[in-house]
Structures are given as structure tokens and as C-alpha cells.
């Protein structure tokens, strides 16, 4: 084989793993958005409430929310798991993302791109801030479609904003090359300290009574000011930047986490759950 054919024999194995590599990183697991959707309910005026519902129950995906929730008030329920909708398209093949062909556009979607690159921006990429800049401006301003479009985008990614790992790491890319050791994990392979972060919020599927009794723990965390500017994407992303600098990482790489630091990150997790929770709704009031 001569040394051009060979690499390209060997170019699409490294291009498989660099579109692998950016989607190891998800932010909160599911569990983590439904209780920042749900502390997000609680502030929410009934107002803004039923417009919310008007657009999701738009939204082409709304019968599967619907089939999905468990919660008593299907309204409720179905906010929860629009919440979650930004990170299931990456596993559905109606969307596309990288290089693949496009897939037919559903009603109210500008495209059918699976947009990784949203959930984050750290030094390599992302468009985390602006794009929630853009959605922001489109729940408020844009023609209907937009809206419906904009608005399980913004649930989620207020939730991202404030997984720190999302804004950065150290070189990194977003701890998913950073391995550390969970001596409670079921699994007893080294996982990524981003994973590690995402799962901190509990089981995945936390839905119901489970649910309910973590967003009353949360709630009675320390809140942010009311006093604080509604939508201030920059001092969201700054502080989980600063968390990175002083909380997120152990002082080892494939160290056993030890349980202080383990507590420590656990307590930090929430309280960023707890102030995403209070910023989404308050932000729904202003813009809806
Ligand atoms: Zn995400």
C-alpha cells in the first residue's frame, strides 16, 4: 500500500472518533433537567405556564412527551420532558449531525441538525451563549414557529450553561479525557469526571415521587437574588468557569475520588441545579 492509500484507509477510523469524541459530552443527565425543569414550574406565573404548554403541545414531538410523563398534571409532566429533548435528538435518527446527508425536515424545525456543538462552548468550539441569546430573542420576538422551535432548546440548554464542564475544561475537552475513580459506582472502571458531574443529579429515569422529593430538597438550597438581572448568560457561564478553576477537579487524574471531594462536588452540583431552576423560570416570565 502506498504511503497516500494508506492514509486513506486509515482517515476514516480518525474521523469516526473525532465525531465521536464531542458527543461524550451531554451535560446533566436527564434527571438533572427534569429538576431544573421542575424547579423552573414552581416560579413560573400560571401565565406563563399556559403559553408554555400552548407551544410545546405544537411541537411535533408532543405526543411522545405526552406518552412519556408521570406526572399528575400532564401539563407539568410534559414540560419536564421537553426539558431532555435537546439530548435525545443525538440518538434519533429523523436528525443528523456531521457530516451525514440531511434527513426531511418536520414541520416548525429550521433544520434537522442534531447541533452538538450548542450544548457547550469551551476553547476548541460551542455556541452555548449565543445560542441562547438566539432562542431567548425568538421565544420573546419570533414568529410562531420559531418559538416552538426555541423553546425545548432553551429549556435545556439553561441547564447546560450551568453543568461547569460546559463551558471548558483543562485542555481537556470538557473532563471527558480526564478519567477518576467513584468508589460507590457500580461500575468499577475509571469513568470520565464529566460523566462523573452529568450523573450527579441521581438515576436517569427520576421521574414521580423520587422526582419530587429531590426538587424539595433542592428548593431549600440557597437560591440566587431576585435582585439578580434576568438572562445573564455571561454570569452564568463566568461562574461555572470559575467552578472549573476551584471545584470541579480532583488533584489527581485516575485518582479514587475520596469521599470530602466527592461531598463537596455533590453539594456544588446542586446548588447549580437549584440556581438553574430559579433563573430558567424567572427567565420564562420575562420572555413568554
Ligand atoms: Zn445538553
Known sequence: ?????????????????????????????????????????????PTTRRQAV?????????????KRQQE????YGIFLEASIWADEIRGD?????????PTPRLPCFPDMQRHGDWHYRDPGGGEIDSRLARFAHDLAHGARAEKIYALPWLLHLVGDIHQPLHTGGRNDRGGNQFYVRVPAAKRKKPQTLHGYWDDLPGPSGQRGAALKSRA????????????????????????????IAREVYPPRRDATLDANFHRRAQHHADLRLRAAGARLGRWLNYLL
Open 1 to 45: 500500500m502506498t504511503n497516500a492509500r494508506r492514509f486513506h484507509a486509515i482517515c476514516p477510523a480518525v474521523l469516526v472518533i473525532l465525531l465521536v469524541l464531542p458527543s461524550a459530552s451531554h451535560a446533566w443527565n436527564a434527571a438533572g433537567h427534569r429538576q431544573i425543569a421542575a424547579l423552573a414550574w414552581e416560579v413560573m406565573t
Open 54 to 66: 400552548a407551544l410545546l403541545r405544537q411541537h411535533p414531538d408532543y405526543p411522545r412527551w405526552r
Open 72 to 75: 399528575n398534571d400532564p401539563d
Open 93 to 101: 435518527r429523523r436528525f443528523y449531525g456531521g457530516r451525514d446527508a
Open 216 to 243: 424539595d430538597f433542592l428548593r431549600r438550597l440557597p437560591s440566587p437574588s431576585s435582585a439578580e438581572a434576568v438572562g445573564d448568560i455571561r454570569r452564568w457561564y463566568d461562574e461555572s468557569r470559575t467552578l
